[in-house]
């Protein structure tokens, strides 16, 4: 199937590039544009101020660029984004943000799987894996390459650091660090993220400082004030390094413990 299906409903002011696939019973709202080979599927609905990218993928009876369930929104215009080549699987609902001329972001090459719920205001970085059912509240940031398991849910405001991996049916409610692994109920710290690490091309002796700094934060008596001041002494420094202990250094709500 290509172009539009003549029962898909699309807004005059909507931008479809000419390539853009529609699937039947299809809604696409004003003020949406969507880019070159790109496929909306079959029953989803794309609301009002919302940009799709490049050859993304809306399955079946997604709903995105809707309202935010916020008590605060009055109607301000508010947006979505969508990066190139995102995948936002069948039944996921993504909200526009909350105040006006605000934005809710999700980035490129993202996989955002079935049921999964992105809420006002959230940042989702590139190469994001959101699994099924996932829940993110308001203002949740997602930095690049993390994944987030199956049924998890995010308070507001949460940040998830680059390249950790949250196990499924987890409850988070401070930041979790970059490339650290965390899981279980309750939710606490297992390890470095070593598995996706090494498939990223991480080297060992990366590997092995993240490690160090691991034990320093979550293995030792030290506080996390404490933590960063040997860390700071005792690795070597390297971007990694230095993203990890700005993360913690930065975190409003306070790393998970």
Known sequence: MTGIDPRAVVHESAVLADD??????????????????????????????????EECTICHGAVVGTDPQDLKYAGQKTSLRIGDRTTIREFCTINRATSENESTLVGEDCLIMAYAHIAHNCEIGNNVVIVNAVNLAGHVHVDDWAIIGGMTA??????????????????ITKDVPPYFKIGGVPTRPIEVNTVGLQRRGFAEETLNKLRQCYRLLYLSDLNTTQAVRRIRE??????????????????????IK
Request: with cysteine; net charge negative.
């Open 20 to 53: 853009v696939t529609v699937g039947p019973f299809a809604m696409i709202g004003p003020d949406v544009t969507v880019g070159r080979g790109a496929t909306v599927g079959s029953m989803a609905l794309i609301e009002r101020n919302t940009a799709i990218g």
């Open 154 to 171: 995010v308070q507001q405001f949460v940040r998830i650091g680059a390249h950790s991996y949250v196990g499924g049916a987890c409850r």
């Open 234 to 255: 005792e690795v070597r420094n390297g971007p990694e390094i230095d993203s990890l202990i700005e993360f913690v250094e930065s975190s409003q709500r306070g790393i």
